[in-house]
């Protein structure tokens, strides 16, 4: 059952603004959202976390709406290093416990 | 340099070969993990320890057993796998262990050791 929504792909050029959104309708109250990055043959890296509103650190913002059911990934003036899988990890709502649901990730491909 | 450092980095073995993946953390986190990650499939937690004790089976099979010794040092054993066992095989650790979900602790990953089965 997947507790995550993401879009499967998606394309963008050097220089540009990207933003990826993740649905997670079932968040449970104390559940926090976390973005991980993964490039081939590597594990995945935290690249940011987030409880509600904004938060912003060095490479990413990440945007959440009160509800909190859905949350957005910024990344500024991306290169062709950004070039990866990018995966939104909230806790599982249902049955909380130590679940940890990876979903399929957005595969992001950044052009010259 | 990520902190979690796996070995090896590549195995290949036969289905009636035994053997051991090894992971190792230099964060001081009190709570382990492995994943697998299949082709074109999202990450599956297997095992969770926390403090050195297993508190997660994510319904693995008995051909994979999971082995903590310390909170630093956490082993997967290996035998009589199936070729569909032949996957990316990821470790993490977090700093305290994960509640509910993902919480607010982030996980750190090694970069996996990549097994194939013949």
């Known amino acids: 059952l997947a507790k995550t929504t993401q879009p499967i792909s998606m394309d963008s050029y050097e220089g540009q603004e990207v933003n990826i959104t993740c649905s997670h309708n079932?968040?449970?109250?104390?559940?926090?959202i976390t973005w991980y990055q993964q490039f081939p043959s590597q594990g995945p890296r935290f690249i940011i976390q987030g409880y509600k509103t904004k938060v912003t650190n060095e490479v990413a913002s990440l945007f959440i709406p009160a509800d909190r059911k859905s949350s957005t990934l910024s990344l500024p003036r991306v290169s062709l290093s950004d070039t990866a899988v990018y995966y939104c990890l909230v806790g599982d709502g249902n049955t909380g416990g130590f679940k940890t649901i990876f979903g399929a990730g957005t595969r992001l491909f950044v052009k010259a | 340099e990520t902190g979690v450092t796996q070995t090896p980095r590549h195995l290949v073995m036969g289905m009636t070969n035994k053997k051991s993946l090894k992971c190792e953390q230099h964060?001081?986190?009190?709570?382990m993990y492995w994943y697998k990650q299949s082709a074109k499939k999202p990450l599956e937690l297997m095992f969770v320890y926390n403090f050195k004790e297993q508190t997660e089976n994510n319904s693995v099979p008995s051909r994979f057993s999971p082995e903590c010794p310390n909170s630093s040092h956490l082993f997967l054993h290996l035998h009589t796998l199936q070729p569909e066992d032949s996957a990316l095989y990821l470790c993490?650790?977090?700093?305290?262990?994960?509640?509910?979900?993902?919480?607010?602790?982030?996980?750190?990953f090694g970069d996996g050791t990549r097994l194939s089965i013949l």
């Open positions: 993490a650790s977090s700093q305290e262990p994960l509640v509910t979900g993902a919480g607010n602790q982030p996980q750190h």
């Open positions: 964060l001081g986190h009190n709570a």
């Open positions: 079932n968040i449970a109250t104390n559940d926090y």
